[in-house]
């Protein structure tokens, strides 16, 4: 299962007057990206933590961390692992007492609680199959070719279309234009 890290936060504009963030997970040496739509609570949650910016109180996710440990839990990884009708799905893999015990959890929260714990994210394959962007080298989508080449080959409109939601974010990504990204270079 392929171990993502948190590239970055963006916003994507919903219209002229709306915002939607995005957390940006990147496969851990590669150039494949899986942009996920998180609450704006939660993209500050994350960022909190990504630029190390000290809170007076704790906030939910600290709250959860905390919890965890006085119940004897540790967390051990989050797993996005499955994507349905355009939703994330995620868990939180605990061990509790030497047993292992998984939670489910929306990717946000997971995604939070794994940056204040400091533990392993990752994706399951078929996750990244179906919504992961490979970007070339001037930061335009690409897709692996079908017939097992490994050459990169251009998305076409009909793999766009099948994204439904993240088409149109997919269309204009680029890296580069997205503006300040809080980052989390490991």
Known sequence: MPEMLIDSIRVSP???????????????????YLPI????????AIAVKLQ??????????DLLGTVIQALGAVLRRVIIWD???????????LEVDGKS?????RPSDALALAVRI??????????????????????????SDRQG????????DEELNRL?????????????????AESSKK
Not at 14 to 22: E, T
Not at 170 to 178: A, R, T, V, W, Y
């Open 149 to 156: 080449s490994g050459e990169a080959v251009k998305v076409t």
């Open 83 to 93: 994507l349905s009708n355009d939703t994330f799905f995620a868990k939180l893999v």
């Open 101 to 105: 015990v998984e939670v489910d959890s």
């Open 118 to 143: 400091k533990v392993p994210i990752f994706a399951e394959q078929s996750v990244l199959d179906k919504a992961g962007i490979l970007l070339d080298e001037k930061g335009k989508p690409v897709v």
């Open 14 to 32: 919903i219209d002229a007057q709306r915002y939607q963030r995005v957390v940006i997970l990147k496969q851990k040496n590669t150039n494949k």
């Open 164 to 180: 439904s939601a993240f088409s149109e974010f997919i269309q204009n990504l680029d890296m580069e234009d997205l503006g300040p």
């Open 52 to 61: 190390d910016v000290q809170v007076p109180r704790p906030l939910t996710h």
């Open 37 to 44: 739509w998180i609450g704006p609570a939660e993209a500050d």
